[in-house]
């Protein structure tokens, strides 16, 4: 499975597809799709593929487009330009109704009048399912929520996260084709969050329906997706597994977005990223002359209180912050730069750093990107 830069995408749209195995089934296909509002370009020629049966986050800042791509594929609003195939059929004219999705909004609420099985009973009533039959699906799906017992509740009887499981078996019931949901646990406090998370993987996994995820938060989105897609206005940046993405992302903004990261700017001068007692050639960059910038994850850095023969950048201790299983260091640079590390308990207790201390950081890993393109490559120490 190949990973696609935003400056690929940008070149060849149509390879979007090609993300995924060309054998795979693809559940989802959005083309070259196209959204303004006013003179506002909210979604700006993207493509991308779900494989069936896989479960995608798409992720970005707030106003990046994700709820747009959403809404179109859902048949809720429609596109100026590009298409939409849903399990390999044309959706793109489609209404809503004859789409097959389901979808889990943050705030599209239960039918408060109706109790829990009412609810999930709704969709196949719509379709005149006889009742015996709507009676079995809609027990087999309390027990797919493990709600079983909440069957005669009513919505304002539950709490936040059992509301939106109830949602989900309310859109899964009528057997969609695929399940789009939209920050379906944006209001919820971070416990349940977390909590659901995790059950909605176990879900995901036990029904394996094609779904597309919004999410802005990137830990939602590596926790619970197959693959990621990163937006930013209105572009795909990047697209392909989480670990992918947050090894070898293909811009500053996908490093930056997928987590803290230092980054050192103007250390750098045509594509020679200079350390301390070391200099690095990044490959692909080495024609370029211009400045760079590194970037460098805080547990890819490690210190010592002695140069330990490895390229390193001399520092003081600025401030220790213990967190649990690892301790944050804060060490700055002779030019002024603070870089944050990430130490584990035992190497902080081997070490014994107390401020102000003078150290050397070693970069384990890191990634160059030229200050103008978002071209990177990788030199791993
Ligand atoms: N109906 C509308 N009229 C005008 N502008 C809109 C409309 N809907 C969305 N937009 C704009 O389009 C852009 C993309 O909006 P969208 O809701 O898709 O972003 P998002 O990534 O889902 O953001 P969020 O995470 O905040 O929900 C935003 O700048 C938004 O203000």
């Given amino acids: 499975m190949s990973v696609l830069t935003a400056s690929e995408l940008r070149r060849e749209p149509s390879r979007a597809r090609w ?3 060309e054998e795979t089934e693809v559940g989802i296909l959005v083309r070259d799709l196209s959204k303004h509002f006013g003179s506002f370009r909210a979604v700006d020629n993207v493509s ?48 809503v109704q004859r789409r097959g999705v389901g979808f889990v909004f943050q705030h599209y609420a239960l039918f408060r009048h109706m109790t829990v099985r009412q609810n999930i009973a709704f969709g196949l009533e719509v379709q005149k399912l006889p009742r015996p039959d709507v009676a079995e699906r809609v027990d087999e799906l309390l027990e797919l929520i493990q709600m079983s ?38 209001a919820l406090d971070a416990r349940v969050r977390d909590e659901l998370r995790s059950w909605l993987r176990r879900l995901h996994d036990e029904v394996q329906v094609t779904s597309l995820f919004v999410t802005h938060d990137q830990q939602e989105a590596f926790e619970v997706a197959d693959q990621v897609i990163v937006l930013r206005g209105g572009r795909v940046e990047q697209m392909g597994p989480p670990q992918e993405l947050y090894e070898r992302p293909a811009s500053p903004f996908v490093a930056e977005f997928l987590g803290t990261v230092n980054v050192l700017r103007d250390r750098s001068r045509g594509g020679v990223a200079v350390l301390d007692n070391g200099a690095v050639v990044p490959h692909s960059t080495t024609e ?17 209180r002695h140069r330990n023969g490895h390229p390193c950048w001399p ?20 030019d002024g730069t603070d870089v944050l590390v990430q130490l584990g308990r035992d190497r902080h207790a ?20 030229l200050a103008a393109e978002p071209t990177a490559s990788d030199y791993v120490i």
Avoid: C, M, N
């Fill in 315 to 334: 520092g003081k201790v600025r401030r220790l912050v213990p967190l649990g299983g690892h301790v944050r260091l804060e060490v700055e640079l002779p």
């Fill in 19 to 21: 993300s995924i195995e």
């Fill in 48 to 95: 991308f593929a779900v494989p069936a049966g896989q479960l995608v986050a798409l992720l970005g800042p707030s106003g990046s487009g994700k709820s747009t791509i959403l809404r179109i594929i859902a048949g809720l609003d429609s596109a100026d330009g590009g298409g939409v195939e849903l399990t390999g059929e044309d959706a793109t004219a489609l209404p």
């Fill in 288 to 304: 370029a002359d211009g400045l760079v910038s590194v970037y460098v994850r805080p547990h890819d850095l490690d210190v010592d």
């Fill in 149 to 186: 017992g909440y069957a005669g509740r009513y919505p304002s009887q539950l709490s936040g996260g059992q509301r939106q499981r109830v949602a989900l078996a309310r859109a899964l019931a009528p057997r969609p084709k695929v399940l789009l949901l939209d920050e379906p646990f944006g």
């Fill in 350 to 369: 081997d070490l014994a750093l107390v401020p102000g201390d003078d150290v050397f950081v070693t970069p384990r890993a890191l990634k160059v990107f």
